[in-house]
């Protein structure tokens, strides 16, 4: 039987410091590769998002050419003997009907936190009260609560949008003051909307989507990088002007 030799050193099993300084090697690699993907989630999510709004915009161009050709052939959106307002009711439910989910509505502009976007059509139903309903629509800009009217067919016009990621179009929604002017352009009239208030709510609270008191409702998680709360602007309509390209004026 083979004795074993005590000047011969036997590594220890697992490889020895050699062995644990390899793992950690590969540890330390693995972290710094997470955490780099980390770092950068923000700022590729933001290209996508600002990819998607290409996309979207020249989606609309070609929707609202479409819809301008189908009014002037429509007799019940013929300006004669109606008023501005019942106009923008009649376009704005006709313009509905063509909507489908991810479909561009309309341009959201707020000068005081330098926001140009264009927003969604949401999905409709029950599934447009779930907060998860949107979610993949909310990566490429605002989106349309579905279960609430277009401008100018009802009361509010909801819009949901990203506080932190894909160009956080809402980070700076806490920074409007009342009185501050917000517009909605569709392809059947503008609308300038007057801040009204702010307020935070739990993110069950759905009763801000029903609240007739208001022009516009916009949402969005609060604090940042939190969805323990939702922030909600209110804003009250000043003014629907009709497009004349739309009537053929």
Known sequence: MDQIDPSVETPPAGGGRGGRSRWLRLAGDLLLIVGGLVLAYPFWSAAYAQVQQSRLDSTYLKQSAAFIQDVRANVDTRPHGVSDEELVRRLAIRFGRRLEPGDPVG???IPRIDLDRLVQQGIGGRAGLDPDGDRSLLHSGPVHYA????????????VAGHRTTYGAPFYKLDKLRKGDPIFVDTPYA????????????DPTDIGVLSDRGYGLV???CTPPYSAAHRLIVWATLERAKPLRKALGR
């Open 107 to 109: 341009r959201l502009r």
């Open 147 to 158: 279960v609430t009217p277009l401008p100018g067919a009802g009361e509010p016009f909801a």
């Open 190 to 201: 503008r609308f300038r909307y007057a801040v009204a208030k702010t307020t935070v709510v």
């Open 218 to 220: 916009l949402t969005t």
